[in-house]
T-cell receptor, first 114, second 114 residues
């Protein structure tokens, strides 16, 4: 069975500081990995995805993530956080067995201090 | 491309009542997914369709829940005899075979059972 762990429930960073959100996954084969962002009361917006190839993937809004197979990790990074980045971030793995459904972590809430 | 739409956006109902939600996927997408998200957790998979066929249902989907996608376009999710534990955000997503099932999410329907 596939699973995703986001160890940090809540992270606070100052505006302009760098950010790293952690994600660890469990999956039997090469995973498809995703990071989504969710603002309060809204649906999920895809930030970036990894299917294969280059392990450093670039996404929207200046985010990037690095796939590390040896550590079963897919951490999200941003060099300089903006106040508008405050939101909840979800890591997901899928699809599995061509089923298409994704398994999500429980999310990390990002607060940005002025 | 108008994105995935969901209606209603908010629904308040009394315990024991039936409710129905609608999801309109991106027009050419052949797969449609329903997820449920409770406070402080990531989305949990409920069910998915490929065209009009319902291919998988989660064990989370009790007998009170039913989903349809009669013409392979829009989908409905009905909850009968609602319980307070059904209060959650219900998210719909769609994807297209050939795009590695990258999922696009709608804004969700927030259900409150009083």
């Amino acid at each position: 069975a596939q699973s995703v762990t986001q160890p940090d429930i809540h992270i606070t960073v100052s505006e302009g500081a760098s950010l790293e959100l952690r994600c660890n996954y469990s999956y039997g084969a090469t995973p498809y990995l995703f990071w989504y962002v969710q603002s309060p009361g809204q649906g999920l917006q895809l930030l970036l995805k990894y299917f294969s190839g280059d392990t450093l993937v670039q996404g929207i809004k200046g985010f990037e993530a690095e796939f590390k197979r040896s550590q079963s990790s897919f951490n999200l990074r941003k060099p300089s956080v903006h106040w508008s980045d405050a939101a909840e971030y979800f890591c997901a793995v899928g699809p599995a067995d061509n089923a298409g459904k994704s398994t999500f972590g429980d999310g990390t809430t990002l607060t940005v201090k002025p | 491309d108008t994105g995935v739409s969901q209606n209603p956006r908010h629904k308040i109902t009394k315990r024991g009542q039936n409710v129905t939600f609608r999801c309109d996927p991106i027009s050419e997408h052949n797969r449609l997914y329903w997820y449920r998200q409770t406070l402080g957790q990531g989305p949990e998979f409920l069910t998915y369709f490929q065209n009009e066929a319902q291919l998988e249902k989660s064990r989370l989907l009790s007998d009170r829940f039913s989903a349809e996608r009669p013409k392979g376009s829009f989908s409905t999710l009905e909850i009968q005899r609602t319980e307070q534990g059904d209060s959650a955000m219900y998210l719909c997503a769609s994807s297209l075979k050939g795009q590695r099932y990258e999922q696009y999410f709608g804004p969700g329907t927030r259900l409150t059972v009083t």
